[in-house]
């Protein structure tokens, strides 16, 4: 069974940036989906992109484009969400997930512990 | 980008009610729905997929209908451990977008 394994909490300074990463272990995840999403205290979920390892083309939220990168690097089973220019409205725990598609239907079946980034000056 | 409008957005019921949260698409996309629920502290957790088909593992008392532009999730009889959050979220298209949340209390 894929696990996510999700890198450790962030304390930032406004204008700074952040890789967060999120593993895989217990299968391969080069031709699944695998998505970022954020949530920020006390609100709810916002979808920022996703990537097909294999592919290697992401596709991003437009509220995120120019600021938030998305790679993935096959060999460790790994993606990567880098996000720039860092604001306190950043504050948040981003979550990977694995958007499984078994036929017309999809859904984010796995999900990383998620990852609590802090932007405080 | 299409819009999920959720309700309520917020509740309050007893073990062993019926329970009801809606969610409206800003325009038809089919029976492409699922439901969450997040606990406190905790990642989501699918809980149907495709408007109305159960997620392995998950209790018979969730339920979910619908298509087009209008879809419900039911709990048929609420338990202590469904408290949560609930967010539905169409995946016809990207953005990917969820509802605003519905925070389930037990009475």
């Known amino acids: 069974q894929v696990q996510l394994l999700q890198s450790g909490p962030e304390v930032k300074k406004p204008g700074s940036s952040v890789k967060v990463s999120c593993e895989a272990s217990g299968g391969s995840v080069s031709s699944e989906s695998l998505n970022w999403v954020r949530q920020a205290p006390g609100l709810g979920l916002e979808w920022m992109g996703g990537?097909?390892?294999?592919?290697?083309?992401?596709n991003y939220a437009e509220n995120f484009q120019g600021r938030v990168t998305i790679t993935a690097d096959e060999s460790t089973n790994t993606v990567f969400l880098e996000v720039t220019s860092l604001r306190v409205e950043d504050t948040a725990v981003y979550f990977c997930a694995r958007d499984h598609r078994p036929g017309i239907y999809s859904w984010f079946d796995i999900w990383g512990q998620g990852t609590l980034v802090t932007v405080s000056s | 980008d299409i819009q999920m409008t959720q309700s309520p957005s917020s509740l309050s019921a007893s073990v062993g009610d019926r329970v009801t949260i809606t969610c409206r698409a800003s325009?038809?996309?089919?029976?492409?729905v699922n439901w969450y629920q997040q606990k406190p502290g905790k990642a989501p957790k699918v809980l149907i997929y495709g408007a109305s088909s159960l997620q392995s593992g998950v209790p018979s008392r969730f339920s979910g209908g619908g298509s087009g532009t209008d879809f419900t999730l039911v709990i048929s009889s609420l338990r202590p451990e469904d408290l949560a959050f609930y967010y539905c979220q169409q995946n016809y298209e990207t953005p990917y977008t969820f509802g605003q949340g519905t925070r389930l209390e037990i009475k």
């Open positions: 325009q038809d996309i089919a029976k492409y």
């Open positions: 990537i097909i390892p294999i592919f290697g083309v992401p």
